[in-house]
């Protein structure tokens, strides 16, 4: 039973070009979540999706940023023209559940760190 | 979501007990904590979950005093593996995401 699935592991791009980052959730989860991490900070909540549905997109930056879980296929992050404060570390987690109080309900990828240079 | 404070950083040794402890005033009736370890380079991973007195698993013990307004993170004897941030949460069925704070980072030496 693989577990949640992000790729690339790593990327870099230049700045103005186009970031997408995948994600595969755990196979029966339906619930995706993505998270940005600075270097040195904590985890900042950007965006929660169902399949073809954005439930709460209410950490997502207004312009350049998009978020898509489609019905067949990998939830995906998008980041158009990218500066160097997209650098960061980019995870994403799924759950078969709606709430917290469920236990051991998220697993979580190994993320993928943007590089903007 | 209630807020939590929890130590920003702490050291200790190997073969040491460690505690952590969060605070979390605002807690709701049902509301959960939970705690989640990050290592470097990788997402986060759920150590344990409690409602209330103490939970017990074999990673970590989780100690919930009456009022719930804070909860303590046990690591038996840690090893150098155990660096690591530890995030404490608190949350209920009705939070359809998690929200974490800065965590704390421990730092096991040897």
């Known amino acids: 039973n693989a577990g949640v699935m992000q790729n690339p592991r790593h990327l870099v791009r230049r700045r103005g070009q186009e970031a997408r980052l995948r994600c595969s959730p755990m196979?029966?989860?339906?619930?995706v979540y993505w998270y940005r991490q600075l270097p040195e900070e904590g985890l900042k909540f950007m965006v929660y999706?169902?399949?073809?549905?954005?439930?709460?997109e209410s950490g997502m930056p207004k312009e350049r940023f998009s978020a898509e879980f489609p019905k067949e296929g990998p939830s995906i992050l998008r980041i158009q023209q990218v500066v160097r404060g997209d650098s960061a570390a980019y995870f994403c987690?799924?759950?078969?559940?709606?709430?917290?109080?469920?236990?051991?309900?998220?697993?979580f990828g190994s993320g993928t760190r943007l590089t903007v240079v | 979501l209630a807020k939590t404070t929890q130590p920003i950083s702490m050291d200790s040794y190997e073969g040491q007990e460690v505690n952590i402890t969060c605070s979390h005033n605002n807690i709701a009736t049902n509301d959960y904590i939970t705690w989640y370890q990050q290592f470097p380079s990788q997402g986060p991973r759920f150590i344990i979950q409690g409602y209330k007195t103490k939970v017990t698993n074999e990673v970590a013990s989780l100690f919930i005093p009456a009022d719930r307004k804070s909860s303590t993170l046990s690591l038996p004897r840690v090893s150098l593996s155990d660096t690591a941030v530890y995030y404490c949460l608190v949350g209920g069925d009705r939070d359809d995401k998690i929200i974490f704070g800065k965590g704390t980072r421990l730092h096991i030496l040897p």
């Open positions: 999706l169902q399949k073809e549905n954005i439930i709460d």
């Open positions: 987690a799924s759950s078969p559940y709606l709430g917290q109080g469920v236990a051991e309900g998220y697993t």
């Open positions: 196979k029966g989860h339906s619930h």
